[in-house]
């Protein structure tokens, strides 16, 4: 993965990533009612793309993480612990663009 690193002060000091995803986003939240304005059932289902959308964006923030993971890789001192690592965080890394392709094959179809 080549990025650029951010110092450690301003990596301490970015939102959090975790936060960001679970804020403000009730899981069971109604969209898209059907009865008329009155209380939102909680078992309505939720519209499909608005189900992709959300898996599509927590793929983007996991991927985030193992970025803020890869940068940590480079305080490790033994190379191949390091190396093993970066190795891993580069197959995740494939593995969320993979998901995001098939997400938005899904959406494709959708459509």
Do not use: H, W
Request: net charge negative; charged share 25%.
């Amino acid at each position: 993965m080549t990025q650029t690193a951010k110092g450690p002060a301003e990596a301490a000091t970015s939102p959090s990533l975790v936060q960001s995803t679970s804020e403000g986003f009730d899981m069971n939240e109604t969209i898209n009612n059907t009865d008329g304005g009155g209380t939102p059932s909680a078992n309505a289902p939720r519209p499909l793309r608005l189900q992709l959308g959300y898996i599509y964006d927590l793929a983007g923030n996991i991927g985030s993480m193992v970025d803020v993971i890869d940068m940590a890789i480079s305080d490790i001192d033994d190379s191949r612990q390091r190396n093993a690592m970066a190795t891993v965080c580069d197959v995740v890394m494939d593995k969320m663009d993979d998901l995001k392709k098939q997400i938005n094959a899904v959406r494709e179809e959708l459509r």
